[in-house]
């Protein structure tokens, strides 16, 4: 069975950072073009970050361009996302999500077919 695990959400202030961890199980994502999406109450899903295969190309929304960074370690089929100087707005449930297509082929969340749990993220003023 396909599990992605996001780990690291939680209860921060703002200006703080965190980072979020997803370790997929039940096969390998090292071909996967993979993503960052987040959801606020009331608001639409949004990719805010998407990595390549690879680890060279990466996409950033403009909303978290400069303060999050996302990564990837093929050795350990890990994908990390760092979020810097977090800000209220910051608040939502954040997905992780694997694509089987490539980079420029990926911007649309319909690309991804295998999706985690997900976890909170409060930024408290």
């Known amino acids: 069975q396909v599990q992605l695990v996001e780990s690291g959400g939680g209860l921060v202030q703002a200006g703080d950072s965190l980072r979020l961890t997803c370790v997929p199980s039940?096969?390998?994502?090292?071909?996967?073009?993979m993503g960052w999406f987040r959801q606020a109450p009331g608001q639409e899903r949004e990719c805010i970050a998407r990595i390549g295969r690879n680890g060279i190309f990466k996409y950033y929304a403009d909303s978290v361009k400069g303060r999050f960074t996302i990564s990837r370690d093929n050795d350990k089929d890990t994908v990390y996302l760092l979020m810097n100087k977090l800000k209220v707005e910051d608040t939502a449930f954040y997905c992780y999500a694997a694509s089987p297509d490539g980079f420029e082929s990926s911007a649309a969340a319909s690309s991804y077919i295998y999706w985690g749990q997900g976890t909170q993220v409060t930024v408290s003023s």
């Open positions: 039940g096969r390998a994502f090292t071909a996967y073009t």
